[in-house]
């Protein structure tokens, strides 16, 4: 079986990010690059009985190397990423409730928190286009640039990461620093960090 160990890996995140409520049913979808190979979740299959076997295997213009099922209908969203960013190794794609719901109310993920530059600064909200098309994939790779992270207008939030563990955690904190933000917002008007608060953080991070 190709890219063994990535499949698994894939099974056990979709696992988590479903029993941390980043996913519901068979929403979102996660992918790892291994050279020029993507294992990628198939389309429409639940993730409580997810196996590696059903995970499949495509190659960089898309077509199947190893593959049960179809792939996820995001598959064009996943391989933009990799074409436009040659570091990244794993893209996870939610519907997280807190950066689905700010998707609809922003432009980009207001500084309420030091965690905003864990993202390369403030996470954007990629321009709405319909689920699976060209268009939303063009649209989140735009949203991405010097960034690991960001919203997708409408519909929900994309982490990416040198490998599938860094990506899942960014799509967890994406989801908090959300959540965050709709907590404070719905409380008063919250005060955001400045540019300087920001870049203190960023040189902090690198060292
Ligand atoms: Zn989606």
Request: contains cysteine; charged residues 20%.
């Amino acid at each position: 079986m190709l890219l063994t160990a990535a499949r698994e890996a894939i099974v056990t995140t979709c696992k988590e990010l479903s029993r941390a409520g980043l996913v519901v049913g068979t929403a979102g979808n996660v992918s790892v690059r291994d050279g020029d190979l993507v294992a990628v979740t198939p389309s429409g299959v639940r993730y409580a009985g997810l196996t590696a076997e059903q995970v499949g295997v495509h190659r960089l213009d898309g077509s199947p190397a190893e593959a049960l099922f179809p792939p996820s209908s995001e598959l064009p969203l996943h391989l933009a990423v990799y074409a436009a960013r040659p570091e990244a190794r794993a893209v996870v794609h939610t519907h997280s409730p807190a950066a689905t719901a700010l998707s609809a109310l922003v432009d980009e993920v207001p500084a309420v928190h030091y965690y905003t530059e864990l993202f390369g600064g403030p996470p954007r909200v990629a321009r709405y286009a319909t689920y699976g098309s060209e268009e939303l994939a063009r649209n989140v790779v735009h949203a991405l640039r010097d960034r690991t992270g960001c919203l997708m207008g409408n519909h929900g939030a994309v982490a990416v990461g040198h490998d599938l563990a860094t990506a899942h955690e960014k799509s967890a904190y994406l989801e908090w620093l959300c959540d965050v933000y709709l907590r404070a917002a719905s409380a008063g008007t919250p005060r955001l960090l400045s540019q300087a608060q920001l870049a203190a953080v960023a040189a902090k991070l690198t060292r």
